[in-house]
């Protein structure tokens, strides 16, 4: 079991180049959740998915696009990257059963650095 | 809006010596509270859930709603719980996603 996979891990883009992060979780979640972290501040929440076919936007989802074509996969795509992107951005996946025994519990990727020139 | 606030960017004690990392939130409803790590090199990991009212590798965190606090305590640090330490609350059940407090680095000096 690989868990939540992310890809690439490092990038580095220039201003206004476009790029997609891959996440990817072996786990069978229905649920699936974008975050970036930037220094000295906690994660927070860009785009999140319920379920295959579904996303909805998160606390800060302005520059940012997601899709979920298979429950597997989730998207996280720049059209036009800008400097004020440039961050880790993590990954992460939980069940959907509340009666599930850690049904809340995220498990998280090991992000990928991205800087934006 | 909900909002999760660590006092403490940085935490040093020295090992043997008793723990506690702070946590304050606001929220007007009934919240989920959780503690994440993240050791050197290693991905963010849950240590600790409210509901849960488990111990975990020593740590103890209780939900305290008058104070609207849920630290983070262990009564004898060791070398191995230097680590990131986040607080992060969820609003409700089902899909929401996490809002996270800024963290806490603690370090456990020999």
């Known amino acids: 079991n690989a868990g939540v996979t992310q890809t690439p891990k490092f990038r580095v883009l220039k201003t206004g180049q476009s790029m997609t992060l891959l996440c990817a979780q072996d786990?069978?979640?229905?649920?699936m959740y974008w975050y970036r972290q930037d220094p000295g501040m906690g994660l927070r929440l860009i785009h999140y998915?319920?379920?295959?076919?579904?996303?909805a936007k998160g606390e800060v989802p302005d520059g940012y696009n997601v899709s979920r074509l298979k429950k597997q996969n989730f998207l996280l795509g720049l059209e036009s990257a800008a400097p004020s992107q440039t961050s880790v951005y993590f990954c992460?996946?939980?069940?959907?059963?509340?009666?599930?025994?850690?049904?809340?519990?995220?498990?998280f990727g090991p992000g990928t650095r991205l800087t934006v020139l | 809006a909900q909002r999760v606030t660590q006092p403490e960017k940085l935490l040093s004690v020295f090992k043997g010596a008793p723990v506690e990392l702070k946590c304050n939130y606001s929220?007007?409803?009934?919240?989920?509270l959780f503690w994440y790590v993240q050791y050197s090199r290693q991905r963010l990991q849950l240590l600790l859930r409210h509901i849960s009212r488990e111990s975990i590798k020593g740590f103890t965190a209780d939900l305290n709603k008058g104070e609207t606090s849920f630290h983070l305590k262990k009564p004898f640090a060791q070398e191995e719980d230097s680590a990131m330490y986040y607080c992060a609350l969820r609003s409700g059940g089902g899909a929401d996603g996490l809002t996270f407090g800024k963290g806490t680095h603690l370090i456990i000096q020999p």
């Open positions: 998915s319920v379920g295959e076919g579904t996303t």
């Open positions: 786990m069978n979640h229905e649920y």
């Open positions: 992460a996946s939980s069940y959907a059963s509340p009666g599930v025994e850690y049904s809340d519990t995220q498990y």
């Open positions: 929220y007007s409803g009934s919240p989920e």
